[in-house]
């Protein structure tokens, strides 16, 4: 049965005409859906009973149902949402003292195999829809005004990382259509959304020919080909200078900064000549290098490195004129941090996608 939670308010309005309605009715839906966040057609009550009778015949709402909630000590909160074919994906709420972010997963799962990451380590299921990526925001939007995650500002999401489960450009069209959503449906400003990728150089041209003013984040993780294909194998299609290349092509088009995400792992990519590496290959690019440290997962022979090591690491960029910021760990109590994200019901095992 299709889903409202998806469709774009001139889409609504073009249903409520088919249903013999007037135009303003999909306005209605849209606010709704959006605003209001509504996950039941008895809800929305300024609508004609007889065509929310129908539209409950035709349609469902979209709204995934909560099966697990997670709080962090730190605020974070995790919500394990139920799909309507039983999948299951991760969503994550974080807040700042300056924001209320919410990171959302694009697949069920993800196909590319990042060994430090433990999505990857579930498999691929499917791609997501719109509806379904812009239902995580509402979920978690949900969760954090029935209980308070900052005492000292609104919890209303104003940020979206496309940074949960799976890689988003494998799923272009509906990762783009969730973003459209989420700003003019929810009201995100564009410039407080970000993309993440693992380097699909295709998809990142593409994307720089929309020229939207929304963030691109690259997971870069190496500075050389032979250590990224070790730690990604699922990326060894392009190689970093061709994805550096398309990078430089983003910056051109949109006029926007890159960030790149490195996850830095004991001993394997964390070195000094590691940092030199990559250094040199972002001379003169319009970027900045968000340094994550490994955030352990079950099962892994990865570490993190040791604090003077991250230190080194920065320094290093830092010298050679690299903006560099390094993530704040949260979550990582409720297995809710970077990297940490699978279909999992508790803490013992996944649940079946």
Not at 35 to 55: C, I, Q, T, W
Not at 103 to 109: A, I, K, P, R
Not at 174 to 197: P, Q
Request: hydrophobic letters at 40%; proline letters at 4%; aromatic letters at 6%.
């Amino acid at each position: 049965m299709p889903t409202l939670l998806g469709l774009n308010t001139d889409e609504l309005r073009a249903l409520a005409q088919r249903e013999g309605q007037a135009a303003y009715r999909g306005d209605q839906i849209a606010t709704w859906l959006y605003k209001y966040g509504v996950d039941s057609f008895s809800l929305m009550n300024n609508l004609p009973e007889p065509f929310r009778a129908r539209l409950e015949q035709s349609h469902q709402v979209g709204r995934a149902h909560v099966i697990t909630e997670q709080r962090s000590k730190d605020g974070t909160v995790k919500l394990l949402l139920g799909l309507h074919d039983g999948a299951t994906v991760e969503t994550v709420g974080l807040p700042y003292a300056d924001r209320m972010s919410c990171c959302v997963s694009t697949q069920v799962g993800c196909p590319i195999g990042c060994v430090f990451c433990a999505t990857g380590l579930s498999g691929f299921a499917r791609n997501l829809t719109a509806g379904e990526m812009v239902g995580q925001v509402l979920a978690v939007q949900e969760a954090a005004e029935v209980k308070a995650m900052a005492s000292n500002r609104s919890n209303r999401i104003d940020h979206v990382t496309f940074m949960g489960m799976g890689e988003p450009l494998l799923n272009y069209e509906a990762t783009l259509k969730a973003a459209h959503l989420l700003n003019r449906e929810v009201g995100i400003a564009m410039r407080h959304l970000t993309i993440s990728t693992a380097g699909l150089v295709p998809e990142i041209r593409r994307l720089a020919q929309e020229q939207l003013q929304l963030t691109l984040a690259v997971s870069l993780h190496a500075p050389t080909d032979e250590l990224r294909s070790q730690l990604m194998p699922g990326m060894t299609t392009w190689s970093v200078a061709e994805i550096i290349e398309a990078c430089h092509e983003y910056v051109m088009w949109t006029r926007r900064r890159v960030t790149f995400e490195y996850c830095l792992l004991d001993g394997i990519n964390d070195g000094v000549a590691a940092a030199q590496e990559l250094a040199h290959i972002l001379h003169g690019l319009n970027c900045h290098a968000n340094l994550i440290s490994f955030n352990p997962i079950g099962g892994s022979r990865y570490r993190p490195p040791p604090r003077e090591r991250v230190t080194a690491f920065r320094e290093v960029l830092e010298s050679a004129g690299i903006q560099v910021t390094q993530r704040v760990e949260r979550g990582s109590d409720i297995d809710a941090a970077c990297g940490q994200l699978r279909q999992r019901a508790d803490g013992t095992g996944l649940v079946s996608p």
